[in-house]
T-cell receptor
Framework: DVKVTQSSRYLVKRTGEKVFLECVQD?????MFWYRQDPGLGLRLIYF???????EKGDIPEGYSVSREKKERFSLILESASTNQTSMYLC????????????FGPGTRLLVL | RKEVEQDPGPFNVPEGATVAFNCTYS??????FFWYRQDCRKEPKLLMS???SGNEDGRFTAQLNRASQYISLLIRDSKLSDSATYLC??????????FGKGTRLHILP
């Protein structure tokens, strides 16, 4: 069974704080993704990575950065959290071909005060 | 036209009924299609891939209509446990994967 884990289920941070969201997958998948999901807006891609140290911007990368130092781990960084970054953050992974199924982690619900 | 569009619902359907919903996509070069299911406060999970020839998995049937650029999901003999949000996912072929906003389904006892 593919397992994607995320470091926290719930997180509360203050405006201006640096926030790290960690994602780990155990299936040796090449691709990893970070999405945010908001009511009425659906899932929006922030960044994705198709290999170690490689990253590509998604649809809404502003205010975020990512790090992929190891194949199994993909981190999302909010350099200076803002209230409009309050959201559900979902990590996913898939095999090399983008036509492959994406497997999601349980999500991190982030509240920025 | 939006890249991937779904009726948000909710569809309120009595248990045992058949329900179907569609998802339209704008890029005619789109290559692969999926239906994901998302339960309340949970992560999306793959329900089924959608093949050109259509595919069936138990009570669920997925179809692709390339000419009209939509995919469909049919659920027969609906169960209470089918209540969820169903997300349409389209791989547009230029390394872009787009999720629809989902269709909410409520199965009523």
């Amino acid at each position: 069974d593919v397992k994607v884990t995320q470091s926290s289920r719930y997180l509360v941070k203050r405006t201006g704080e640096k926030v790290f969201l960690e994602c780990v997958q155990d299936m040796d998948h090449e691709n990893m993704f970070w999405y945010r999901q908001d009511p009425g807006l659906g899932l929006r891609l922030i960044y994705f990575s198709y290999d170690v140290k490689m990253k590509e911007k998604g649809d809404i990368p502003e205010g975020y950065s990512v790090s992929r130092e190891k194949k199994e781990r993909f981190s999302l960084i909010l350099e200076s959290a803002s209230t409009n970054q309050t959201s559900m953050y979902l990590c996913a992974s898939s095999l090399l071909d983008l036509q492959e199924t994406q497997y999601f982690g349980p999500g991190t619900r982030l509240l920025v005060l | 036209r939006k890249e991937v569009e779904q009726d948000p619902g909710p569809f309120n359907v009595p248990e045992g009924a058949t329900v179907a919903f569609n998802c339209t996509y704008s890029n005619s070069a789109s290559q692969s299609f999926f239906w994901y299911r998302q339960d309340c406060r949970k992560e999306p999970k793959l329900l089924m891939s959608v093949y050109s020839s259509g595919n069936e998995d138990g009570r669920f049937t997925a179809q692709l209509n390339r000419a009209s650029q939509y995919i469909s999901l049919l659920i027969r003999d609906s169960k209470l446990s089918d209540s969820a949000t169903y997300l349409c996912v389209v791989n547009t072929g230029d390394d872009k994967i787009i999720f629809g906003k989902g269709t909410r389904l409520h199965i009523l006892p």
